[in-house]
């Protein structure tokens, strides 16, 4: 299966992917992940599928994973990357409202759904890495591409081919 949307369409394809007969047999589920990334709500429901999975998923980025697909990676059971291939995190975007309103109370709301969504982002990457808060926010504010041997030191991944 490639994922390069991540939406509800994929969503369903995955669901499909990880319960057909063919990774049942094989007892288990390839992927290519090639997206820069999406909405990181959809992701989560990728990641509860990929935990729900009757068998192993096995991701492999072969150029590009970034932002909500590269936080879908860490859900994988087994995270392979090629050589060239890049991963890349950054802070979640969120609505600002007290732009368009001038309401503080809305604003503060947003702001609070935007560090949730952060924090339910970051959350995967530090379960699975083992990284600390501080370093996870540090590449996050770098917001810039991450090599198959960094990602590989750094624990992102497991493999590089």
């Known amino acids: 299966m490639e994922l390069r949307h991540i939406d509800r369409d994929s969503v369903e394809m995955l669901r499909k992917a990880t319960h057909s007969p063919r990774a049942l047999e094989q007892g288990v589920c390839n992927i290519l992940i090639e997206s820069k990334g999406g909405d990181p709500n959809i992701g989560f429901l990728m990641m509860e599928v990929i935990r729900n999975s009757p068998v192993p998923v096995l991701a492999t980025v ?13 859900a994988c059971h087994r995270r392979i990357m ?80």
Do not use: C
């Open 82 to 161: 090629h050589k060239n291939a890049h991963l890349r995190y950054h802070y979640a975007s969120w609505r600002v409202s007290f732009i368009i309103y001038f309401d503080e109370e809305i604003a503060e709301k947003n702001r609070k759904k935007g560090i949730e969504l952060q924090n339910r982002l970051i959350l995967p990457v530090r379960e699975r890495t083992g990284m600390s808060e501080a370093l996870i926010h540090q590449i996050l504010r770098e917001d810039r591409p991450i090599g198959a041997q960094e990602a590989l030191e750094l624990k992102l991944v497991d493999e590089i081919i």
């Open 62 to 74: 072969e150029k590009e994973a970034g932002s909500t697909a590269a936080v879908i990676l860490q």
